[in-house]
């Protein structure tokens, strides 16, 4: 031994797994915060199936994107994802993430108003081609509070 861990292929596989799915979930929140569209779909399937905020949205990635393209009307946002954690099966993942949303709003007068919501997202993820991808998401806010805001 030369003073190194013993690493199974297994527990690589599991650790590579892991930092996939959380690059998945940091992908889809910088693309929303980016309003990079493109980065945002690339996080699901095509088949991918969705409820945000309670409501059920047609099947399929479209319509996942046109849903989260309403970060558009927003001065900006900022998403600090928080803890993922993920149930992994052979090549699938339950995963539930964590996340801070920080909104900015214009009310077009000058003024803003900042949201800031503890969201939860509870995801069905699969391994497809080597790459991680969320087929099911359920978003799920558990809290918001809203501030005015100061000018920058």
Known sequence: MDGQPDIQAGELREALDRAAIREVQLRYATGLDRRDFA?????FTEDAQASYNGRALDPG???????????????????SV???VADLADGSAEVETTTVAYLVRDDGNGA?????????????MVRRD?????QHRVHAPEWMHEVAGQPV
Request: with cysteine; glycine share 4%; proline share 0%.
């Open 130 to 134: 080597g790459t991680w991808l969320i």
């Open 61 to 79: 990635v479209d319509a996942v994107v046109a849903y989260v393209r309403a970060v558009e009307a927003l001065r900006s946002t900022m998403h």
């Open 82 to 84: 928080t803890n993922v």
């Open 39 to 43: 980065m945002v779909r690339a996080c």
């Open 112 to 124: 803003q108003t900042i949201i800031i919501r503890g969201l939860r997202y509870r995801d069905r």
